[in-house]
């Protein structure tokens, strides 16, 4: 059993044991997953000092903003999971579905006025910094915030970095000594602890749990007040989806990661994103299997905390690839979010990029598109639209073309707020990965978070610009524009002006 670093718990509200509690209460809101996850190793040992059994809890509300059939089916999945795994077990599982707007008020401090100690996961993604101060007002019980979110702990650096290069050198620096610091692969497998047994008949009996059969019923989701018009995708959620993505990916994609990732012709992109952001795989487990995978140890690092992107690790230039993005771009993101709360502000970008983006503000732009257009792929655009079309169908976009859609969006509107307000708007209602730290520093990469100044150019300022013409020069389409572009493709808005496949 492992046992979380120090600096990855966090004590929200200070209270004895509650001794006479029933159980040790896990509140599983981030990570969701029962594997390499440190709030579980800590809720696991919590139960073990006390005696206690372990109930963990995890809950599916309404209120979210973009709350759609896309967003409620992934973390359905994971749900589904956990109940079959965790049905044999003698820890306990309280999945709640909310099938009206409020019904699950008062559950979790309900659950935690029973419990000895609460346990919950500590994450900057979407609205769990809300559900961490809602944690840290329950009455009467110790309540302890656990961190996974990376292989280094979120609170590490101390201060968010404005320069992913800045960021690799304190990574560098940092990492190694980390490196040894990891979460149980299944903390439950032999577990020993008292049986959680019935739920409290008064709390049951308000909230009743979701059955088996609930995650496998199409007229459930159908019936609850959310977005239908973001459909679900063939993509599922889930820590068996997601492990069987990383095998393939790792055996038959890694090998060719650096040649080919660009290309959206390829299959070299992992595609693990939308399950790290529901947190159904861990970046400890992708870790290592990239590490396996190589036959590495600590031992081929370089001494040279340099910030460079390639060479450091001692790997093939691939798995350096692939590790740049899971760790340093993925972690300076999360721990921007961390330090910085409004970083989904536009008032948050760098004061150079600000001020050189209003500098032009009042440039020509040869093409203007209201957030409808954008959203129903109606641009001129053939590469755009096609981007566009795969994000409303498979919730998706290619990382390279993401990169073009948004630095476009910037290009064909008449003000950055208003390029801003399109990209989060579109990517969160749409893409799997969305409402994430991750992909808010795509859309901020745009506007030149985590950039630097480039030579000064009309509409974009000193902002990195891209263009549709060098994209098509530089990357295979042919097989992606076959199936995304083209009149057949076309998308429609709904009544509510969203677009549908």
């Not at 346990?119 to 840290?136: I, R, Y």
């Given at each position: 059993?492992?046992?979380p ?5 966090r ?7 509650r ?18 996850n440190y ?9 073990r ?6 109930l ?71 609205f ?12 009467g ?23 992913a290069?800045?960021?690799r ?12 610091d990891?979460?149980?692969a ?19 009996a ?9 995650f496998?019923?199409?007229?459930l989701?159908?019936?609850?007040p ?11 959620g889930?820590a068996?989806?997601?492990?069987s ?63 460079r ?45 600000r ?15 209201s ?13 755009w ?13 290619h990382?390279?073309?993401r ?38 520093s ?53 009544g ?6």
């Amino acid at each position: 059993m492992s046992h979380p670093p120090t600096m990855r718990v966090r004590t929200l509200a200070e209270a004895p044991p509650r001794l006479g509690g029933a159980f040790v209460l896990y509140w599983m809101t981030a990570t969701r997953r029962l594997e390499w996850n440190y709030a579980l190793d800590h809720a696991v040992t919590v139960a073990r000092s006390l005696g206690k059994p372990l109930l963990i809890y995890e809950g599916l509300e309404l209120g979210y903003r973009w709350a759609s059939d896309r967003h409620h089916q992934a973390i359905m999945d994971g749900m589904r999971e956990h109940s079959t795994k965790l049905s044999a077990s003698p820890v306990g599982y309280f999945p709640f579905i909310e099938r009206s707007a409020g019904e699950g008020r008062g559950l979790v401090r309900a659950l935690a006025a029973r419990a000895c100690h609460v346990v919950t996961d500590d994450s900057p993604v979407f609205f769990t910094p809300k559900l961490l101060e809602a944690a840290s007002r329950l009455e009467g019980v110790r309540v302890d915030a656990v961190d996974s979110v990376g292989l280094l702990p979120i609170r590490a650096a101390g201060r968010p970095y404005s320069a992913a290069y800045h960021f690799r050198r304190y990574l560098h620096k940092e990492l190694p000594a980390r490196l040894g610091d990891v979460p149980s692969a299944d903390p439950l497998t032999g577990i020993v602890l008292p049986p959680m047994g019935e739920l409290p008949t008064e709390v049951a009996a308000r909230w009743a749990p979701a059955e088996p059969a609930d995650f496998e019923d199409p007229s459930l989701l159908a019936s609850l007040p959310i977005d239908h018009s973001v459909g679900t995708t063939p993509w599922r959620g889930g820590a068996s989806a997601a492990r069987s993505r990383l095998q393939d990916f790792v055996e038959a994609s890694l090998p060719r990661y650096v040649e080919d990732r660009n290309h959206p012709d390829s299959m070299a992109p992992s595609g693990l994103s939308p399950w790290l952001h529901y947190g159904h795989i861990s970046p400890h487990e992708i870790f290592r299997a990239v590490v396996d995978a190589e036959e590495w140890t600590p031992i081929r690092l370089s001494d040279k905390p340099d910030g460079r992107r390639s060479g450091w690790w001692g790997m093939s230039a691939s798995a350096e690839a692939f590790l740049d993005q899971l760790i340093t771009w993925r972690e300076v993101g999360h721990g921007y979010a961390v330090y910085e709360p409004d970083f989904t502000q536009y008032e948050t970008l760098p004061a150079w990029a600000r001020q050189t983006l209003e500098d032009h503000v009042h440039d020509r732009r040869e093409h203007l598109y209201s957030a409808d257009e954008f959203a129903a792929a109606e641009t001129h655009d053939e590469i755009w639209n096609a981007a566009q079309r795969q994000l409303v169908e498979d919730g998706y976009i290619h990382n390279y073309l993401r990169m073009l859609w948004g630095k476009k969006i910037l290009e064909w509107t008449e003000h950055p707020r208003e390029a801003l307000d399109v990209m989060v708007e579109i990517n969160n209602r749409y893409a799997l990965d969305g409402r994430d730290p991750n992909s808010y520093s795509g859309i901020f990469w745009v506007m030149g978070r985590f950039d630097r100044g480039w030579p000064e150019r009309p509409i974009f300022g000193k902002v990195r610009s891209m263009t549709s013409a060098s994209t098509r020069r530089k990357l295979s389409l042919d097989r992606y524009l076959e199936r995304w572009g083209g009149p057949s493709a076309q998308l429609t808005l709904d009544g509510a002006g969203h677009a549908t496949a």
